[in-house]
């Protein structure tokens, strides 16, 4: 699970790490289908954005640690969306275990009042350290 490169108008070469944590979505999405615990093939398309439609390949669940933190979360309907290319958490799916707070320029998340994963703002996106 190395960086990757992103080429969007908005994130011209941008580096990401993996993850990144997303105000917006409305789904996780998962890039790399060896990073489900579970998986089954389904056959279903998203709407990203305001043109562009994505094939969904797949769903299952995911288990992610946070490098920082060595903690671990479980995500559960994560959508395998190859043609992406980009690892989404969505704030919108996650379990109500897991809180987050966004204030200057800083992520904090927690699952059960523990600390799971702190970061800063780069390039107005979070990346997340897993």
């Keep these: 699970m190395g960086k990757r490169f992103i080429h969007r108008k908005r994130y011209k070469s941008c580096i990401i790490y993996k993850f990144i944590f997303d105000t917006g979505a409305s789904v996780y999405v998962i890039s790399n289908k060896s990073w489900f615990t579970s998986y089954k093939e389904i056959n279903t398309t998203v709407k990203w954005g305001e043109a ?69 703002v780069k390039e107005g996106l979070y990346f997340l350290p897993v």
């Design 52 to 120: 562009k439609t994505l094939l969904v390949r797949g769903e299952g669940i995911c288990k992610i640690t946070f490098t920082n933190t060595s903690k671990e979360a479980t995500l559960r309907k994560c959508f395998y969306i190859l043609e992406l290319g980009l690892n989404i958490i969505s704030v919108t799916a996650l379990p109500p275990d897991i809180l987050w707070i966004g204030r200057n320029n800083t992520l904090v998340i927690t699952k059960n009042n523990q600390l799971i994963t702190k970061r800063q």
